[in-house]
């Protein structure tokens, strides 16, 4: 093989691993991204709000399961509930990128 194609290939070899540790490393600090951490307890549950900074593409469900790390025991129902709580006068399937909203970290 020559020394290009050698060259070629052990580039794509580091891009190929950087990018796998890029992706898998990525959520482990998810919430060290978030500003703004309080306590708010409700009739039947304690939960802690988390200020988030919503991107393009979030949605209230995926970024509750990114807090959450993946483990929702909580009804669909009550995540929209609990997120218009917090967010009155927003409507969540049009949360705006690169604002801020309050979510729900369950215990």
């Known amino acids: 093989m020559s020394f290009s194609k050698r060259l070629i290939l052990y580039m794509f070899i580091i891009l190929l691993v950087a990018s796998i540790y890029k992706d898998l490393s ?13 306590t708010f307890i409700t009739e039947d549950s ?26 929702i025991k909580v009804p669909f129902e009550k995540i929209i509930n609990d997120f218009q709580k917090l ?13 801020y909203y309050y979510f729900p970290l369950y215990k």
């Not at 967010?87 to 604002?99: G, K, Q, Y």
């Open 26 to 38: 990525l959520g482990d600090d998810m919430i060290n991204q978030y500003q703004d951490i309080e």
């Open 87 to 99: 967010n009155p006068n927003i409507d969540p399937n049009s949360m705006e990128p690169e604002n």
């Open 46 to 71: 304690q939960y802690t709000i988390i200020k988030v900074k919503v991107e393009w593409g979030d949605t209230v469900l995926s970024i509750v399961k990114d807090l959450n790390e993946g483990k």
